[in-house]
């Protein structure tokens, strides 16, 4: 059906092991047979283990170290043997590509938007300027300078607000959640205290009043023209952490109306390659307001499939690789689930009376794709259940510090299934 001689590379430099949207890639890709490489931080991180994986790297090179990323791509271009597609699956990597990928493009294929889209969109403050600037409604925010302006803006626009860190792939050095819930005072001088001198700064924005329904995003890839196909729109049902965090629970909805803004936006903008945008709906002006631009794929990317089968991983690999993108409609009612993080999530709508046992009971039996378990692909769902309980045990930060370590600055290739001992022992 598809010509798939032509390897992907799944390229991420955010230290999250469990990111669920890097396995995605994968199984959407090698399910028809294209093979794929990826970039690991860790020998056991879960999607490092998929079936659908022909080799792997062990590298964690500084997101800001341009100059080790592009040798150490280089590297694994010479491993592989011949031209690849490159998917990448953080804002980091997207980052990367757009400033410094240039001379990568003989030995990769990957989008080219505008050299400096990408920074300006993942930027929660650059993409509001730009928003302004192009009449795109989004909640009013401030970039945060001192104790005095966060409580003029918090005065201005009344609580809660929300509290985001303005460059999220840059380290925070502290463990400052990218998106924070600011309910009083209280709340705001220890989110102000934790930020300290974050890199990029702390972003504070008007709160838009939620409900079911309100919660709305767009999966889309655009070719060299603009044009985006395919074009999904959905609804987040469960976002851990709650209403303020990436989605657990997701649907694929119809909203053509949204679609359509989305599409002119992207052209006005001259955007390529796969986009992920965060919406919510304002009753009080009868808008959607953009709350978030990834300039790359979102996490959820397979909650939406069309009906010639077709996500967008796979439209990026066809387009890039000079195939034609068949033309098919969204499913519409899909469901996608994160199963280590939506029952936390769940826990957390239940204690505020938003959702019952039973109701989440029966969420859980409509949803048609999970995040890890598949039945053709089980070993990294065992990985992240192993993860999840030794996080838990560990209370996060011991585990948090294994997976950027200074032995993985170049990368440690391990071909397919072949693992070798020595890169199993690495920490």
Known sequence: MFDTTTPAVVFKLDPNVLHHGGLGVIRSLGRVGVP??????????????????????????????????RLGLMQLAQRIGRTAVLIPTDDAAAIFLAEHGDP?????????????????????????????????????????????????????????????????????GRQVRSTTIVRDEGDLA???????????????????PGGPGYDWFFHGYCDGDSVCRPAFTGVKERSYPAHAGLTSLGRCEDNEPLSRSVATLLEKLSYTGIVDLDFRWD??????????????????????????????????????????????????????????????????Y???????????????????ERAWFARDDLLPFALMCAWMFCRGVARVKPWRRRTRHPDLAEPQYVPGRNYDSRHLGRR
Request: with cysteine.
């Open 104 to 172: 990568l493009r003989m030995w990769f294929q990957f989008a080219q938007p505008p050299h400096d889209l990408p920074r300006q969109l993942a930027g929660k403050f650059t993409m509001y300027e730009l928003c302004r600037r192009l009449g795109v409604p989004c909640p009013q925010a401030r970039l945060i300078e001192d104790w005095d302006e966060a409580l003029e803006f918090a005065d201005q626009v009344g609580y809660p607000l929300v509290g985001k860190l303005a460059a999220p792939w840059l380290p925070s």
């Open 350 to 368: 239940w204690s505020r009376g938003d959702i019952g046992l039973r109701e989440w009971a029966g969420s859980v039996r409509r949803v048609h």
């Open 36 to 69: 794929v490489y990826a970039v690991h931080e860790d020998s056991l991180a879960p999607a490092a283990h998929s079936r659908y994986v022909r080799g792997r790297w062990l590298w964690s090179p500084d997101p800001e170290d341009a100059e080790a990323i």
């Open 190 to 208: 220890a989110l102000y205290r934790r930020c300290g001198e974050t890199v990029g700064g702390l972003m504070l924005q008007e709160h838009i």
């Open 283 to 348: 009753d009080r002006d009868q808008q959607y307001k953009l709350l978030d631009f990834n300039p790359r794929l979102g996490a959820q990317f397979r909650l939406f499939r069309d009906s010639a089968g077709v996500d967008v991983a796979l439209a990026s690999y066809l387009d890039l690789t000079g195939q034609p993108v068949p033309a098919g409609q969204p499913e519409v009612g899909r469901r996608f689930q994160v199963e280590n993080y939506d029952p936390i999530a769940a826990l957390r």
